[in-house]
């Protein structure tokens, strides 16, 4: 195998050999390759076929960068093989292939390029119009990429969220410094890293002609690192996008984590470029940076004979390292007049290495299956992007290039920045970022090794210093450095293939013809010919795209800029974005008393809530018995979970009634009301109950899992009307108990001594603010259950001391907790609606009998004019009570009612009732089913059909007398 001995292969274990196939052809790398390293270690360059012209093509970035590498695995196609790990026996194969690889029997293509320009088809197939669907197959089938397994399992991914003081994007040197300066100011501090090791540049590049600085800084820096209490690192994570307020969705392995940062740090670096000439994309041609990761990371030594062509010293630092890796520098070929560091040149003249200044490579060689270059033709440069009319040809088998660098600049340019080109250095500059988004290192413009160190340690410092935390940094001393990016690195050539987007086949015509048909602009450019579209999404293409985009519309390149960056940065699977997400779990005060009680727990939006209390085995008969005691005694039930907002100012009253259906404006102080909210469609989307305790001064109820919706809601609403009130959501600030039953006025009455809770002094809906147990508390008597009621809200803090007090008075009454599926039940027999369980996407309030919650006096509430539409068509399904005798089958959620052969609703709730003595439930019918006394078939299991009983609601006290006491 092509190996190199150690110290190289930083990624590499020697001793764990993995065979796999290519092709159908067995081969062998080792644990820690990439397909690609490892193919290329058995010599194999030619790795898959261009797009268009299905021109050979190998590795260009070695970083997963570039689509020249795209493979087919059994289970998922476009992977890229110089970024995805080798395992044992993995199966691969080359995609967008017609015939073989090594014999594309499309490779003919190319041939035709001249009938086939940017645009060909928009003009060529557009008419008639009945031909494209024939024209359409056969494109598609000669672009092809990669196939789908149709029967492929799905596997699990899954969400997590994390959050820190700063997030610190990239682990490169600048990224490494940053992290440990803010994090010895006494920073949280998290670093993502793309690869699977920490260093970034420092892992591969050469900084000195000794070779000694990069891995002497690269060990200190870690030593540190991975031993900080305060820094948590994720290597092979991507940050996938910047969002609003530092939120950043960053990916690893089959997870998506959800970032919220308080300060950010983009240390995302740099992009080598390539030099546009003929034939730049054939295998063996590779960006500098690809052979010096193919021999530090991965041992692989990327060929025998070697030219090597910079715009930049870094070409000379490259050069060096070849040459120490044993392969043969045939010439370094400047395109400059002279290197920035004299030196540079002079190491490479004493170990025999030519070097030819104001120079290029005008064309890359080939043998005849274009599977490989064989060496290249080199001419004088004479002026931008011309050269002299003859040159030499050198023979190689690698030739690596660096025409400069891009900033890594899309996650930069999500958030706001704007990018400017410094035509004196060749280089584009970042501004305009928003607070708390910070830059360092060669993205900001840095590139010598103490520069970057020095941007990493000011940046980690102003971060630290955000945060409020003490940090000084040091005087800001930066080193003269020459330009990294030759100007003009574009050579075209008479015949082409002179390439400026390797995904897409974009030569150099096209874009400079897309410019004369009229498309000036680098967006319309860029849709017109699909530059920057590809897998790699402009790193490669973007800077040499606005380069000749601005030559051809004589403006500069600051005028032309580059094409948006828009979220992801890289690819992602709809996996990630599917996958299981998990919620914030959160318990309310009176947790650890429903434990001790017994009480099997279940999810509620985030919060956990008491089901019943007794074992999973004994639900039916918990619940029921949980019942009963609420019906003939006095039952409590922690409703701590229930959504608080306190709405106050002076047009508090009139939000409510704009966002309510109900009548709020007249509302006396003291009392409560149903609030029912709809969305401008007309669609029910929460209920809750309002309660008013001052002129200025309501708190609303709202559902578990909508309160934090209809707080937006609130938020946005008023966003608009712009009505002096203050809106706060106070449900983590406030718990809350309901305790009910005929019993609870005696209960309650041993523990408020300032409160009259008699019938007359507090009835039905009437709010009192006073003390319970000597805890500042608002009551509210409310019926959900059907039972003569009192909902106490107190501060958190004092809850479990509530529920104690409770506890402790009501033992003379047999007082006992219920939970949630028990109050359930309870509302069930009393017919009341559980949004989002009883109703759906498509709820209305006609649908569901709520037309009496709906205020047909104020002009105004949102949806309104959608509720008269919807009120004014017919009914073609209504909510409906239905019952069936206690030993029928019972229907559960989601079973279906019939109407003959066709479906007409289905049941939303329903259980059997212990008080009632039969099976009740709630069900969608349609409206010619919808009368009490009729009959309505629904399917049970087993595709059983029961004849259910249409029954008027509520089930249990018609005549609400019992919560009326």
């Keep these: 195998m092509n190996r190199l001995p150690a110290p190289m292969g930083l990624l590499i274990d020697r001793h764990q050999p993995l065979d796999f196939t290519f092709d159908g052809e067995r081969y062998q790398g080792l644990q820690g390759d990439s397909i690609a390293s490892a193919l290329l270690a058995n010599g194999r360059f030619l790795l898959s076929r261009s797009f268009k012209y299905h021109r050979p093509r190998g590795p260009l970035t070695m970083a997963g960068q570039d689509a020249n590498s795209l493979v087919q695995l059994p289970k998922e196609p476009n992977v890229l093989a110089d970024a995805c790990p080798l395992t044992s026996g993995l199966q691969v194969s080359a995609q967008n292939v017609n015939g073989s690889l090594d014999h594309d029997r499309d490779a003919w293509l190319g041939k035709f390029s001249k009938f086939m320009p940017v645009g060909f088809y928009y003009r060529s197939f557009y008419k008639p119009k009945s031909m494209w669907k024939l024209w359409e197959p056969m494109i598609r089938k000669k672009a092809g990429l990669g196939v789908l397994d149709l029967n492929f399992t799905p596997e699990y991914y899954d969400k997590a969220y994390l959050f820190t003081d700063l997030a610190v994007i990239g682990a490169g040197p600048a990224g490494l410094q940053a992290a440990l300066t803010a994090a010895n100011a006494g920073a949280k501090v998290l670093l993502i890293e793309q690869q699977a090791v920490l260093g970034g540049s420092l892992t591969y590049a050469r900084f000195d002609i000794e070779g000694i600085q990069a891995n002497a800084v690269r060990h200190s820096l870690l030593a540190q690192v991975v031993q900080h209490a305060n820094i948590k690192v994720l290597t092979e994570a991507t940050c996938n996008a910047w969002f609003t307020d530092n939120y950043l969705p960053v990916i690893q392995g089959k997870r998506l984590y959800k970032v919220r940062a308080s300060q950010c740090l983009v240390c995302s670096g740099s992009f080598d470029q390539p030099v546009i000439f003929r034939n730049n994309d054939l295998p063996g041609v590779m960006l500098s940076s690809a052979a010096q990761r193919l021999m530090k990371l991965y041992a692989v030594k990327p060929g025998q004979r070697a030219v090597v062509l910079t715009g930049n010293d870094d070409g000379y630092l490259a050069a060096l390292d070849l040459h120490e890796q044993g392969v043969e520098v045939a010439s370094l070929i400047d395109l400059r007049a002279a290197p920035g560091n004299p030196a540079l040149r002079e190491a490479l003249l004493q170990r025999k290495i030519p070097c030819l200044n104001n120079s290029t490579v005008y064309e890359a060689l080939h043998e005849k299956g274009m599977r490989h270059v064989t060496g290249v033709e080199v001419r004088t440069i004479l002026a931008q992007g011309r050269v002299a009319d003859s040159g030499k040809r050198l023979d190689c088998d690698l030739l690596c290039m660096s025409a400069g660098y891009m900033p890594v600049y899309q996650l930069l340019c999500q958030a706001g920045g704007k990018l400017a080109y410094d035509d004196q250095r060749a280089e584009f500059t970042l501004s305009g970022l928003p607070q708390n988004l910070l830059v360092a290192g060669s993205v900001n413009g840095r590139h010598s090794l103490d520069n970057v160190l020095a941007d990493g340690a000011r940046a980690g410092a102003a971060a630290a210093r955000a945060l409020g935390l003490s940090a000084d940094a040091a005087p800001e001393r930066w080193r003269a450095e020459a330009p990294v990016n030759f100007s003009w690195p574009i050579f075209p050539h008479p015949k082409g293939k002179d390439f400026v987007d390797f995904d897409e086949d974009l030569q150099v015509a096209d874009i400079v013809n897309a410019t004369r048909i009229g498309y000036r602009d680098v967006q319309l450019v860029k849709r017109y010919s699909t530059v920057g579209m590809g897998p790699s999404q402009g790193r490669h293409s973007a800077l040499p795209t606005a380069r000749l985009v601005a030559w051809a519309t004589q403006r500069n390149i600051s005028e032309t800029g580059v094409t948006t960056a828009r979220p992801p940065f890289v690819a992602e699977k709809l996996a990630h974005v599917a996958g299981r997400a998990f919620d914030p779990y959160r318990q309310t005060p009176m947790h650890i008393r429903h434990v001790q009680a017994g009480a099997k727990m279940m999810p509620a939006g985030i919060w956990q809530r008491p089901a019943y209390y007794g074992a999973a085995k004994d639900r039916e008969a918990c619940m029921q018995a949980e019942a009963l ?207 989002s369980q009883d109703t759906d996407g498509m709820t209305h309030p006609a649908e569901i009998d709520m037309g009496w919650a709906v205020s047909r006096n104020k002009p105004f509430f949102v949806g309104r004019r959608s509720v008269d539409i919807l009120e004014a068509q017919p009914l073609k399904r209504k909510l409906v009570g239905f019952s069936l005798p206690k030993d029928s089958a019972q229907p559960l959620e989601g079973h279906l009612v019939l109407n003959g052969p066709d479906i007409s609703g289905s049941v939303t709730s329903c259980e059997y009732s212990a008080s009632l003595g039969k099976i009740i439930g709630l069900a969608y019918a349609g409206i010619n089913q919808s009368t009490p006394g009729q009959r309505i078939p629904i399917r049970v299991e087993g595709g059983v059909t029961v004849q259910a009983e249409v029954v008027a609601l509520p089930f249990f006290d018609p005549e609400n007398q019992r919560q009326e006491l």
Excluded at 665 to 690: F, W
Excluded at 726 to 747: E, L, M
């Design 629 to 835: 005691h609420v019906r003939n005694k006095v039952g409590i039930i922690d409703v701590s979970t229930l959504g608080g907002l306190d709405v106050r100012g002076p047009d508090a009253a009139e939000l409510l009634n704009r966002l309510y259906t109900f009548a709020f404006i007249k509302q006396p102080v003291g009392r409560s009301r149903y609030a029912l909210m709809t969305n401008e469609h007309g669609v029910v989307i929460d209920d809750g109950v309002c309660a008013r305790f001052a002129e200025q001064h309501f708190y609303v109820t709202a559902t578990t899992s909508g309160v934090d919706r209809i707080y937006q809601q609130m938020l946005k609403w008023n966003a608009q009307w712009r009505l002096d009130v203050d809106i706060t959501n106070v449900t983590a600030a406030i718990c809350a108990v309901n305790v009910a039953g005929p019993d609870s006025r005696k209960v309650l009455e041993l523990l408020c001594s300032d409160l009259d809770l008699s019938a007359s002094a507090f009835p039905y809906l009437g709010v009192r603010q006073g003390t319970v147990a000597g805890i500042a508390a608002r009551l509210l008597r409310v019926g959900f259950v059907g039972e003569l009621g009192y909902e106490i809200h107190v501060p958190a803090r004092h809850g479990l001391a509530l529920w104690d007090a409770l506890i402790s008075a009501g033992k003379a009454f047999d007082i006992r907790p219920f939970g949630v599926e028990t109050q359930r039940l309870l509302r069930l027999e009393k017919g009341h609606v559980i949004i």
